[in-house]
């Protein structure tokens, strides 16, 4: 029976790794995968990677979420695997801000919604682009939370902006079901 758990020769792209999320990387490493560890401050990167108990299989790839270009896995925000790797996106990133002055609330809410829900959208669709042009399968996880379903009254931007991942993951799956990927 096939280890459903086995993710080795596999690539796997974390967003904000570096956070209290170390799970993520870690449990992908022991298990075989290729991590590399996204995040847009280069010392944050340089200080996960010193932590880091599993250097060989990781690398390090400054990228800005909000930004579409090099959001590409082209070497320029990622890793191109190659012919037959699989890839896993796990869009980890987040960020929120807690005001209720409506005036200090338009600069957090574009923010907020350029890195949750604009970050989700660019890294899914580089991660699907590249599952479509190497016909190797591979998986997107969003990470979300409770506060896109029941709302956060001391969040807006945060409760939209993870309403937002959950719709997009959902009509990304079904747009990527009808064209016979997923």
Known sequence: MKDPFNVGSNVTIVTAAHRNRRIDRKEFAARGAHVVVASRRSKTLRRCATRSVMRRQCEMAQVDVRDAEPVRSDGRGGPSPTLGESIRSINNHGASITHTDAAAIAHGW????????DGVFFCSKSAARQFMEQKSGGAIINISSTAGVHGSATMLPYGA??????????????????????
Request: hydrophobic fraction near 45%; charged fraction near 15%; charge should be positive.
């Open 110 to 117: 574009r923010a907020v919604i350029g890195i949750n829900l």
């Open 161 to 182: 902006s993870k309403a937002g991942v959950i719709n997009l993951t959902t009509s990304h799956a079904s747009e990527w079901v009808r064209r016979g990927f997923g």
